[in-house]
């Protein structure tokens, strides 16, 4: 599993941050989270093909969250895309969906996308449910509709080769088989998993808030997390502007992570009012210390 950061700013670019977007690479697919203005430009130096990507999730529909999605999609279709493209996001996806067939193709009046998409309107819960992973999401405490999304890790139990041996499973395909949940016959015997196949195992669990305040909801929902990537837009002495525009400090995200029982925490989603990040981390790593900063083009490997 692999996370790429392409932009680590607010509501504003900076020199050296662009707006937020996270590409996750995992389970045979790409996956982009929100997809603000520059994102295309990110992904060339990121040497990640915009082509690979299957999924796109929105936490919510501010700009700085959305506004590369046309351009994304308009250069897909000129570059001869062929596979399906899902994206998700909360109420009011259709709205986005008419301004993106609108702003690239005004003249025609409807959509004339080469490639499927499908726009599919989530709320809290689970969002995918696959063999390799799930993907769940929850409604967080913004100004607006706002969405947190996890991606937790299915991983099969261990496979005690050796106890399969000795049950007289012949090496080959039975194997494959027992450790995908089959049974399989040996000799009249019928061999279940569970009799070579270790205790459960938890994969890895990440969870990205999207723009909230610090809330309960975020706590439970990123329980547990092996990386927890949490918008940090203010210091801590900048609370009161946090809780007005309903953002979190790098404190809140902080409390959020050591609340929740995380193992990391990385920061994003800085305001360009602060030019130097130290007092962001520092103020953070007073709570939580496996604390790290985001920055652009960033990668982090699970």
């Not at 937020?20 to 389970?27: D, E």
């Not at 409604?139 to 509709?145: A, L, S």
């Not at 990440?206 to 305040?213: A, L, Q, V």
């Not at 920061?267 to 990040?277: Q, V």
Request: hydrophobic share 35%; glycine share 6%.
């Amino acid at each position: 599993m692999e996370i790429t950061f392409l932009g680590t700013s607010s509501a504003v670019h900076s020199a050296t941050r662009s707006h937020p977007a996270i590409i996750m690479q995992a389970f045979g697919e790409t996956m982009l989270f929100d997809c603000g203005e520059g994102t295309q430009r990110q992904l060339i130096y990121a040497k990640i093909s915009p082509m690979k990507i299957s999924k796109i999730f929105i936490s919510h529909y501010h700009g700085d969250h959305i506004l590369g999605i046309p351009g994304l999609l308009q250069s897909m279709n000129f570059r001869g895309r062929e596979k399906k493209l899902t994206v998700y996001g909360p109420r009011g996806l259709d709205e986005l969906k008419n301004a993106v067939y609108s702003l690239s193709f005004p003249n025609l009046g409807f959509p004339n996308f080469k490639f499927p998409i499908d726009w599919i309107e989530i709320e809290t819960g689970t969002v995918i449910e696959d063999k390799d992973y799930i993907i769940k999401s929850q409604k967080v405490d913004h100004n607006t509709i706002s969405l947190a999304y996890s991606i937790e890790e299915i991983k099969k139990p261990r496979f005690l080769r050796q106890n399969a041996i000795e049950l007289g499973v012949p090496v080959g395909p039975k194997f494959g088989k027992l450790h995908n949940g089959e049974e399989v016959e040996v000799d009249g015997r019928i061999i279940k998993p569970e009799q070579v196949l270790g205790p459960p195992r938890k994969g890895h669990k990440i969870t990205y808030s999207g723009d909230t305040r610090r809330c309960e909801e975020m706590i439970q929902f990123a329980r547990d997390s092996t990386v927890l990537i949490h918008e940090s837009t203010y210091v801590k002495e900048d609370y009161d502007k946090a809780d007005e525009y309903a953002h979190s400090t790098s404190t809140d995200a902080a409390e959020i992570a050591l609340q929740s029982n995380s193992k990391q925490l990385i920061l994003t989603h800085f305001s360009t009012r602060y030019t130097e990040f130290e007092e962001l981390l520092d103020d953070a790593k007073k709570i939580f210390k496996n604390t790290i900063l985001a920055e652009d083009l960033m990668k982090v490997e699970l």
